[in-house]
């Protein structure tokens, strides 16, 4: 088995490490002219109206940019978007305690692996079987999303690459299916797809029974073209999950060798981390 390096840590040094400079010049980012095209990024922002971003320097800009593979237009848009589901959902950003959600940790309904994939991904687990809803509210799993893709956005890896979802749907009831609608899949996909600084590389649906095919036709309106080619349907066939992600990258449940660690080991470690106080801080959070 090869290594994996098990860190409960955000990879937030400002370099891009080497392995990743050739995705990344894949994408069209350019050593040489990159600063030029983050100083047209911002002329653009102040040269249009459709969103007032909190911050507008080069860190921030670039995983935008990043996001969009350096198309300034296309950034843009993500923008306006990310700043328009803000706007219309407030209440999932201001005033939210991020260490008040450990409870989607206890119960095991969302986890993050403190490892990569073996191409370098963050690997967003959710296992929504596990959800009680009278317990814990669709909106507090909202809140902890945005969360780890907030947290996720401010490492320079997963601007470059993004991450890969896993939905285990294993026990999904119609109970579950009762307390989603049009309007909550059509938030999840603006946080999948196009309101979020950071792109879903793939998403992966393991242990779907009959109740899946109410749920995936609630969301499918609203998956554009490029999404429904990153997501991939391997009911109870780990095997068929493993040609996306290797087995060594991977808990145990899913035919891997890794052990579950829980979400609160994350947080524990955002108590201390005064960048992550800023950087969340500035969106309204609460430590």
Request: a negative charge; hydrophobic letters at 40%; one cysteine or more.
């Amino acid at each position: 088995m090869p290594y994996v390096e098990i860190k409960h840590d955000l990879d937030l040094g400002p370099e891009l490490p080497d392995e990743f400079k050739n995705i990344a010049a894949e994408q069209g980012e350019c050593e040489n002219t990159k600063l030029q095209v983050i100083d047209d990024f911002r002329k653009y922002i102040s040269e249009h109206d459709g969103c007032k971003p909190h911050r507008t320097d080069d860190d921030y800009l670039q995983k935008f940019l990043r996001a969009r593979f350096w198309h300034v237009e296309s950034s843009y848009q993500l923008m306006v978007n990310y700043y328009q589901f803000r706007e219309q959902n407030k209440s999932y950003f201001e005033k939210v305690r991020p260490l008040e959600l450990r409870s989607l940790g206890d119960e095991d309904i969302i986890s993050v692996t403190p490892y990569r994939d073996q191409n370098g991904h963050r690997i967003l687990i959710y296992r929504f079987g596990a959800w009680k809803p009278g317990k814990i509210s669709v909106d507090d799993i909202f809140r902890a999303t945005i969360i780890l893709l907030e947290l996720g956005s401010l490492e320079p890896i997963a601007q470059v690459l993004g991450g890969v979802g896993i939905f285990d749907l294993k026990d999904l009831s119609f109970n579950h299916i009762l307390h989603l609608s049009p309007s909550v899949a059509q938030k999840m996909i603006a946080l999948l797809v196009t309101s979020m600084p950071v792109r879903t590389a793939a998403l992966h649906i393991v242990n779907q029974n009959w109740v899946f095919n109410a749920a995936y036709n609630m969301f499918k309106p609203f998956l554009n073209s490029a999404m429904k080619e990153r997501l991939f349907i391997h009911g109870s066939d780990m095997k068929s999950l493993h040609k996306h992600i290797s087995s060594d990258h991977l808990p145990k449940r899913y035919g891997g060798v890794h052990d579950d660690y829980p979400y609160q080991l994350w947080l524990d470690k955002l108590i201390d981390n005064a960048r992550i106080h800023t950087e969340l801080g500035q969106l309204g959070y609460i430590f």
